[in-house]
């Protein structure tokens, strides 16, 4: 077994190796979008089915009988339902867009533009539900858009991935040619 300071030992460690990788991440070409697509999925699918689901009741319920369920009523139960789809459809919101002048931070109901020399540290600890930004107001911002709930191994490559981001172009003057 090597010893537990080479980078093969980190590596085999699963889940717990660092979040820091053992060698340079090469970046993806900008701009690059990152966004929780499982649990994007997961909600997505949850909300048309939920809405689907209580809008078939809402037919069904008897119209006659011991309980008479009025038109007023299966609006409302179908209208539940779309509420319900509402409101997963916003918790699959967020999504994070890298480019040339910075980071794009779409979160649940915010959304925040922030330049490259803003943003001084990506973290992800473990136990984290997302990755935060320190920023250089002495502000932290979530990154809800990175999350390891479902995805831990792609969480974990797509901070590596920002990290990198910013250590190349938060230092870095912008072109003034581009």
């Excluded at 010893?3 to 970046?27: E, L, N, Y």
């Excluded at 609006?75 to 994070?96: D, H, I, M, N």
């Amino acid at each position: 077994m090597p010893a537990p300071s080479s980078p093969r030992a980190s590596t085999q460690r699963g889940c717990d190796a660092p979040v820091t990788s053992p060698g340079p991440v090469r970046p993806p070409e900008l701009p690059v979008t990152f966004r929780p697509v499982v649990t994007r999925l997961v909600l997505m699918t949850v909300g048309v089915v939920t809405f689907l689901v209580l809008t078939l009741v809402a037919v069904l319920l008897p119209a006659k009988g011991a309980v008479s369920w009025s038109f007023g009523d299966r609006v409302a139960v179908s209208a539940s339902g779309l509420l319900a789809c509402g409101v997963l459809t916003l918790l699959s919101r967020p999504k994070a867009v890298a480019d040339r002048d910075g980071v794009t931070v779409i979160n649940l109901t915010t959304r925040r533009c922030l330049a490259w020399p803003e943003i001084l540290r990506v973290t992800l600890r473990r136990g984290d539900p997302w990755v935060t930004l320190d920023l250089a107001d002495g502000t932290t911002l979530a990154v809800m858009a990175i999350q390891p709930g479902l995805a831990r191994s792609r969480a974990v490559a797509d901070a590596r991935t920002l990290r990198a981001l910013v250590e190349i172009y938060g230092s870095a003057p912008p072109d003034a040619d581009t």
